[in-house]
């Protein structure tokens, strides 16, 4: 018997271990009483809504448990604010009064349960269990709504992106079929352009199934970026594509670092493809890296058609494309730059883009610069 009450104290602690509470009262005594009660949790407190939100902010917080009646911001308009920051969070609501308004109106802005005082500890303790688990339920069904979305998405673009290639090959052939063939028309030059648009974007497809499929280990060993660039260059479809931009190089020498191969290749290949498909028929890229005490940088600049201060904020989001002509045309998935700051986010490293419609785009690769062991 004895046994069986050690496990089940042992799991308790175990689901405890790295949650956060947040108490929200204007009384220090009800906050220090809830802090005791829910020992094995961390615990951190609020003395009114205004305070509350700026901790909820700084990120970490599991659960809120909130007064009603507090001075600058109450319980109702702070379970309204947090509920629009992130709606599976879950907020469990103290009240002193029986107003049936109060708690219609907790209920109207989506709260979780209810505690009345005099609180009972017995009743905290079991109402916050309640509030984990209601919480990685909420977000479970977040996420397989999410991942529902994104395969509607995918779907869509891909089914997109194949359509037009294929249309045009299969008028091509329609024609061919029908006799009306001529080896000098311009429109075969066009299939054939066509057919290897069409080849790209399957290449483009198994890469970031294969990427997907790493996920976030990485297999870290000594690159040299210098080199990585290199063999970037002659391979992209996009540099070869603009022989009009000139490219010009800035490569201090570094050595060797710490790396993902693969996943930093990926992140910086890119960067660069988009600094050339971004470009006019003619202009320039830079390429730089540089050292800077225990940081390593690998800055590039276009002076292509630059991104809107509206599209900034989104182009690290899955299967976003800038299109400012709302042509529909702009190549690829818009997934790449997502992985590459993600693959760039593995290493501690960041991801900056910088931009102004018709002036350009700068794009900001920093890793740490640590030398002759892993990262």
Not at 127 to 151: S, T
Not at 187 to 201: H, P, R
Not at 268 to 289: L, Y
Not at 345 to 370: N, Q
Request: a negative charge; aromatic letters at 6%; charged letters at 30%.
């Amino acid at each position: 018997m004895l046994d069986v009450v050690q496990t089940q104290n042992i799991e308790l602690r175990q689901k405890q271990e790295g949650k956060c509470i947040l108490i929200v009262d204007d009384e220090a005594i009800i906050r220090d009483l809830c802090s005791r009660a829910l020992k094995g949790y961390r615990v951190l407190e609020a003395a009114d809504g205004e305070e509350a939100l700026k901790v909820f902010e700084n990120g970490g917080v599991d659960v809120i448990l909130t007064d009603v009646m507090m001075p600058n911001m109450d319980g109702i308009e702070l379970l309204k604010k947090l509920k629009e920051l992130e709606p599976t969070l879950v907020v469990i609501v103290m009240t002193g009064y029986a107003d049936k308004d109060i708690i219609l109106n907790a209920l109207k802005a989506d709260a979780d349960d209810f505690i009345t005082k005099p609180l009972n500890l017995l009743q905290l303790k079991t109402a916050i269990e309640k509030a984990l688990v209601k919480k990685a339920l909420k977000e479970e069904i977040a996420n397989l709504k999410n991942v529902d979305r994104l395969k509607s998405n995918f779907l869509s673009l891909v089914s997109h992106k194949f359509r037009t290639p294929i249309t045009s090959i299969s008028l091509f052939l329609q024609n061919l079929a029908s006799g009306v063939y001529d080896p000098e028309d311009p429109d075969l030059s066009m299939i054939y352009k066509e057919s290897c648009y069409l080849g790209g974007l399957v290449t483009d497809l198994l890469n970031f199934s294969q990427m997907m499929d790493k996920g976030d280990k990485l297999k870290l060993e000594p690159c040299n970026l210098n080199s990585i660039i290199l063999d970037i260059l002659p391979a992209s479809r996009e540099v070869a594509g603009k022989s009009g931009v000139e490219i010009a190089f800035n490569l201090d020498p570094i050595p060797s670092l710490f790396l993902d191969r693969e996943k930093v290749s990926f992140a910086i290949k890119q960067v660069i493809d988009n600094a050339f498909k971004f470009s006019k028929e003619r202009g320039r890229v830079s390429i730089q890296i540089e050292k800077q005490e225990d940081l390593s940088r690998i800055i590039v600049e276009d002076e292509g058609i630059g991104i809107s201060k509206e599209d900034l904020p989104k182009i690290f989001e899955k299967f976003y494309q800038v299109d400012r002509e709302n042509t529909g045309q702009i190549r690829g998935f818009g997934l790449g730059l997502f992985y590459a700051r993600e693959f760039i986010r593995l290493h501690h490293g960041k991801l900056v883009i910088e931009s102004e419609p018709g002036k350009g785009t700068k794009v900001t690769i920093t890793l740490p610069a640590a030398e002759g062991c892993p990262i």
